[in-house]
Structure formats: C-alpha cells, structure tokens
C-alpha cells in the first residue's frame, strides 16, 4: 500500500498559535474572507424569486445557491464560538482550513487531559467545527478523538449522546442556538468518558484467527459468492496486515484485541483509503471514511456483546 501524503492535520490547512483569539486564527489560516448573498439572474435579466448565490466577497466566486431564509455565518463568528473555550482555558487552538474555494472551512481545537487505553496507549481529545457556505451543510461540532501513536481520527457515534456532532442551522435564529450549543458542549465531558470506557472494554476482549476474519468479513459483508469479492479481498489482505503491523498494534496490551481491529479500520481510513479529488478531511470527517470507521466501531462494540 502506497500511504497518502499531504500537508497540517492530515497535513491540511495551517498550524495556528494555540495562544491567539479567533480574529487571529482565521488570519493565521486565511479565512478571514466573508461571503455574502447575491440575488440569481437569467441571462434576460429577470430575477430568480427567493434563490441566492453565496459568494466570497474578496474573488466573487460563487459558492452555492440558497433560499432567502439562509443565514450567513461568517467565519469569524464561527470561530468564536471556540473563542469561550479557549478563553477558559478549556481548549487550545490547533490548525484550521478551508476546503474546495472556501465552501467550507473547518477549525481543530485541542481540549486538555488525555484519554488512556491500557497502560500504554493514549488518546487526545479534540474538536472540530466545520461551517459551510453552500447551503449543503449546518454549522457543526465534531467530537474528534485522535490516537497519539498513529493519529488516526477516532470519531463514533456513541449510544444516547445524539450522534458525533452538534449542529446548528443556518437561520434566523442561529444566533440563540449557538448560546444553546455553549451549553451543550457539556456533553463533552461524558462523550469522552463513554468513548474511554467502551475502548479499554474492546482492548479487553481478544480475538483468535477465526473470530478476526469474522469481525473483518461482517464489516465488508464478504462473501464467498459476492461480485466484488476480490476488490474487498484485498482491502481485507490491508486490514489484516494494519491489524498485524500497523502503528499502535505492537503495544502488548491491546495487541491482537478488538481496539487494535478497529483501529486498523480507522488507520486504513484515514491514511490509505483512496479518496478521490483530495478530499481526505472530508471522508474522514463527515463523508466515506468516516461512515466506515463508525460503522467499525459499531460492529466491535455488538462484537464485545456476544463474545
């Protein structure tokens, strides 16, 4: 397998000074551009009623096209949402970036304390905001764990805690929902509690040769008679050797366990999936990958159930 280089997290976007407010990150990153909404003409001249394009004001590129009750979220205000955070000592800032012609950016914050899997493996905890400008998604908070000896993005879905992120949607009233969303980050707290304990259960739990190719088979739904079987074939063949060899699957603690199955899911997610047109952040926040990884995690955790 040939393992995808780029640049910042995932070696995207920029570093940005963990000391600084949210006016200076969206510098530090160049996403301190603001988007506006621009009324849709034909080519006769005639109006387009309650359609918008949204456009970056500093290279009038159209970014999207939206309903008159669509509210912009410019990326400073978007940011400041972290600036709380930040500003008691509850988060750092970390890097951020913009996607495609700055539809949508995306800001990583780092939150103190480490989640520690067995003795030797340890997770960080993070937070991601993504905010669009095409219409296509709302304001979001990703939880974002990220195993520190292979940087795999770790994020799930966890039973009663509403999915993986928190939206907030691009209308009138956002501004109340984002004083809402304040009060939700509470959650936090017990997203990472649930995510630790779940994860020293699966490092518990060990698996011989049979029980692997059956977590392996179940998440690829391979069968012998399936039309693909040889394209997932041979991703099985890849996350069997990341199970084997990857980063992280060594230590002796959770060597040969239900966390190191997973997270060779999430390694061959994040670092070698093929992704097409660049779009790895994407894939392993919201898109492919990440429905893979969560998909994963879920078929570990029935897995730990039955065994």
Partial sequence: ???????????????VNEEVRATDAIKLARLDYEVEKRAIQTVDGTSIADKFATVRKDT???????????????????????DV???????IYHSAGALGKGERMWLLTKLPEIMRIGNEDTVEKYLCLTNSHDGSNALQIYFTPIRVVCQNTLNVSLKNKGGASISIRHTQNYRS?????RRVLNIVVDYYKQFETIANQLKDVKLNKTQTNVYFDTLLDLKSNDEDSTRKKNIK???????ENGMGSDIKDVRHSLWSAYNAIAEYSDHY????????IESILFGSGACLKNKAWNQAVKTLVTL
Wanted: no cysteine; net charge positive.
């Fill in 273 to 280: 999936k093929t992704i097409r047109n660049n779009k790895r």
């Fill in 85 to 91: 955070l930040v500003g008691e000592g509850q988060a």
């Fill in 237 to 243: 063949h890849d996350l069997i050797g990341l199970y």
């Fill in 1 to 15: 397998m040939e393992k995808a280089i780029e640049k910042g997290w995932h070696d995207v976007g920029q570093r």
């Fill in 177 to 181: 929902k984002l004083g809402e969303a």
């Fill in 60 to 82: 009038n590129e159209v970014l999207g096209v939206v309903g008159n009750r669509y509210e912009i979220i410019q990326n400073k205000k978007a940011f400041e949402f972290f």
